[in-house]
């Protein structure tokens, strides 16, 4: 029987009134100037300055008074270099001063694309045949820096996708550093990330086998000031600082819709955008449910997997990859331990699907090539689409190929359910290829998922079009099982 792809005539596009207030800073000496010039304004014309702003943003951001004294905040080390105290200036002149330093970002404006599903941790109050899901996009905004974004959606008994609304505001997460280091692990990701090895081997010797984030600080701080005449060293210092930072958790306020949440980055090493999560939920040993995410962290030129844990959307716990296989892109982790261990699909070569087993699910070493790029629309390279799926008749794993005129296509394999090592089936043609609405947008040709579900007897594949808008397509479980193992 044909395998029928259902394109589903809901798609999500970019919205460029999604924005989120930033910090902005434009240098020292620029800094200084300004606060000087407002420190000298008279109650009244401050006043005058800060009370319209407060009206009009305070209609476009959540608490605005808050974000615009923690902005300010930040310029503690401005204001001791001018003699001043913070503590000492009245609150509307730090407000105006924190807008100062402030800047509207657009999330969305660029791109909206590369979306993974999951199930909702909330379904109640469902009709027999629904599902709510969570879905995760990767948002681009200006300067092509990416962040994750999500959207809730109701499935019904006919799988028809309804996606919610979204919220009035968007709000970043609050960030609370980790407090406890593991010197050994922490030291293997700061050689991955090409730090200066003479740095690395002085920090070491100071540093205990487990640190806190303040004792890292002080002893980088110390250092510092020995080499304050060699600014390509002091850069090296400040590289092990952005890299701690990479530890993390953050946590979004409980009044909060799920699409009021983006995670955007925080660390340097993050600068240039988080690409690509995928998450899975995730089903532990006691029966518990945790969901995990794989992404990318990108500053520019250097690539650091990371992994991101939550239970609720609410809190995110984040900590980078390690390993030999914790290397490039696509990583999808699968949704349960197989014989005691964590199972990962990588791409470590940027060519070629792998396979990795753990004891430790931030530890992945010695990658097994799994599969290699077998047909024309496929040539180029090969990865996969997410987080393979459990069936009764083995795992499936979305994939993506890439062949002529840099075309992605999104195919499919069968993987053995006890030994994920042995393919057992997979497709020879491409189940979505890009057709003549999906291929224009700000990378044409491109159709790319990072996560599916089943429900209701179908997978429900959401995916990117031309790395702009995202929609959705199904197919039959049961026929696509069927044509995976004919090619067996």
Same mark, same amino acid.
């Given at each position: 029987?044909?395998?029928?792809?259902?394109?589903?005539?809901?798609?999500?596009?970019?919205? !460029?009134?999604?924005?989120?207030?930033?910090?902005?800073?434009?240098?020292?000496? #620029?800094?200084?100037?300004?606060?000087?010039?407002?420190?000298?304004?008279?109650?009244?014309?401050?006043?005058?300055?800060?009370? %319209?702003?407060?009206?009009?943003?305070?209609?476009?951001? #959540?608490?605005? @008074?808050?974000?615009?004294?923690?902005?300010?905040?930040?310029?503690?080390?401005?204001?001791?270099?001018?003699?001043?105290?913070?503590?000492?200036?009245?609150?509307?002149?730090?407000?105006?001063?924190?807008?100062?330093?402030?800047?509207?970002?657009?999330?969305?404006?660029?791109?909206?694309?590369?979306?993974?599903?999951?199930?909702?941790?909330?379904?109640?109050?469902?009709?027999?045949?629904?599902?709510?899901?969570?879905?995760?996009? =990767?948002?681009?905004?200006?300067?092509?820096?990416?962040?994750?974004?999500?959207?809730?959606?109701?499935?019904?008994?006919?799988?028809?996708?309804?996606?919610?609304?979204?919220?009035?505001?968007?709000?970043?997460?609050?960030?609370?550093?980790?407090?406890?280091?593991?010197?050994?692990?922490?030291?293997?990701?700061?050689?991955?990330?090409?730090?200066?090895?003479?740095?690395?081997?002085?920090?070491?010797?100071?540093?205990?086998?487990?640190?806190?984030? !303040?004792?890292?600080?002080?002893?980088?701080?110390?250092?510092?000031?020995?080499?304050?005449?060699?600014?390509?060293?002091?850069?090296?210092?400040?590289?092990?600082?952005?890299?701690?930072?990479?530890?993390? @958790?953050?946590?979004?306020?409980?009044?909060?819709?799920?699409?009021?949440?983006?995670?955007?980055?925080?660390?340097?090493?993050? #600068?240039?955008?988080?690409?690509?999560?995928?998450?899975?939920?995730?089903?532990?040993?006691?029966?518990?449910?945790?969901?995990?995410?794989?992404?990318?962290?990108?500053?520019?030129?250097?690539?650091? $997997?990371?992994?991101?844990? @939550?239970?609720?959307?609410?809190?995110?716990?984040?900590?980078?990859?390690?390993?030999?296989?914790?290397?490039?892109?696509?990583?999808?982790?699968? $949704?349960?331990?197989?014989?005691?261990?964590?199972?990962?699909?990588?791409?470590?070569?940027?060519?070629?699907?792998?396979?990795?087993?753990?004891?430790?699910?931030?530890?992945?070493?010695?990658?097994?090539?799994?599969?290699?790029?077998?047909?024309?629309?496929?040539?180029?390279?090969?990865?996969?689409?997410?987080?393979?799926?459990? !069936?009764?008749?083995?795992?499936?794993?979305? @994939?993506?190929?890439?062949?002529?005129?840099? =075309?992605?296509?999104?195919?499919?394999?069968?993987?053995?359910?006890?030994? %994920?090592?042995?393919?057992?089936?997979?497709?020879?043609?491409?189940?979505?290829?890009?057709?003549?609405?999906? =291929?224009?947008?700000?990378?044409?040709?491109?159709?790319?998922?990072?996560?599916?579900?089943?429900?209701?007897?179908?997978?429900?594949?959401?995916?990117?079009?031309?790395?702009?808008?995202?929609?959705?397509?199904?197919?039959?479980?049961?026929?696509?099982?069927?044509?995976?193992?004919?090619?067996?």
């Amino acid at each position: 029987m044909r395998l029928y792809i259902e394109r589903k005539p809901v798609k999500v596009n970019p919205d !460029t009134k999604r924005v989120i207030a930033r910090f902005f800073y434009n240098g020292e000496e #620029r800094a200084l100037e300004v606060i000087k010039k407002v420190l000298l304004f008279s109650d009244e014309k401050v006043f005058s300055l800060i009370s %319209p702003i407060l009206q009009e943003y305070s209609k476009r951001h #959540r608490n605005i @008074t808050k974000i615009l004294l923690r902005h300010c905040k930040k310029l503690k080390r401005q204001f001791t270099a001018l003699g001043v105290s913070l503590e000492h200036i009245d609150e509307y002149t730090r407000l105006l001063i924190g807008a100062y330093f402030t800047h509207e970002y657009s999330i969305e404006s660029a791109a909206f694309f590369n979306p993974s599903i999951v199930e909702d941790p909330d379904q109640t109050d469902l009709v027999e045949g629904e599902k709510r899901v969570i879905i995760s996009f =990767r948002a681009v905004g200006e300067g092509h820096i990416s962040s994750i974004v999500f959207r809730r959606a109701l499935i019904d008994k006919n799988n028809n996708i309804q996606v919610l609304p979204v919220g009035n505001y968007v709000d970043e997460a609050e960030v609370v550093k980790n407090a406890i280091y593991a010197k050994k692990l922490f030291l293997k990701k700061a050689a991955y990330a090409q730090i200066d090895p003479s740095v690395l081997e002085e920090i070491e010797a100071k540093l205990d086998d487990k640190f806190e984030y !303040t004792s890292l600080s002080n002893i980088i701080k110390d250092s510092k000031s020995l080499h304050k005449e060699n600014p390509t060293r002091l850069i090296e210092y400040d590289k092990v600082l952005w890299l701690s930072d990479t530890y993390h @958790t953050i946590s979004f306020s409980k009044d909060t819709d799920i699409s009021d949440r983006v995670i955007f980055p925080i660390s340097e090493f993050e #600068r240039k955008g988080i690409e690509d999560a995928r998450f899975v939920k995730f089903v532990k040993d006691d029966g518990k449910i945790v969901y995990y995410a794989t992404y990318t962290a990108f500053d520019g030129s250097l690539i650091i $997997p990371k992994l991101v844990q @939550t239970v609720d959307f609410y809190e995110f716990k984040v900590i980078p990859l390690y390993g030999d296989g914790a290397q490039n892109k696509n990583l999808g982790l699968f $949704p349960r331990k197989i014989n005691g261990k964590f199972v990962m699909m990588s791409r470590i070569d940027g060519w070629n699907n792998y396979l990795m087993f753990s004891d430790k699910i931030n530890v992945w070493e010695n990658p097994i090539l799994l599969k290699q790029p077998r047909y024309d629309w496929e040539l180029v390279q090969i990865g996969n689409c997410g987080s393979p799926i459990e !069936t009764e008749k083995g795992w499936i794993v979305i @994939t993506h190929g890439v062949g002529p005129m840099r =075309r992605y296509c999104i195919g499919a394999s069968l993987l053995d359910l006890e030994d %994920p090592r042995i393919e057992i089936g997979h497709l020879k043609e491409p189940l979505i290829i890009p057709n003549g609405d999906e =291929r224009e947008g700000y990378v044409p040709n491109v159709v790319y998922s990072c996560g599916s579900i089943i429900s209701n007897g179908e997978l429900i594949i959401p995916y990117g079009l031309s790395d702009y808008s995202s929609s959705f397509a199904t197919v039959n479980l049961e026929l696509l099982l069927n044509r995976l193992l004919e090619n067996n």
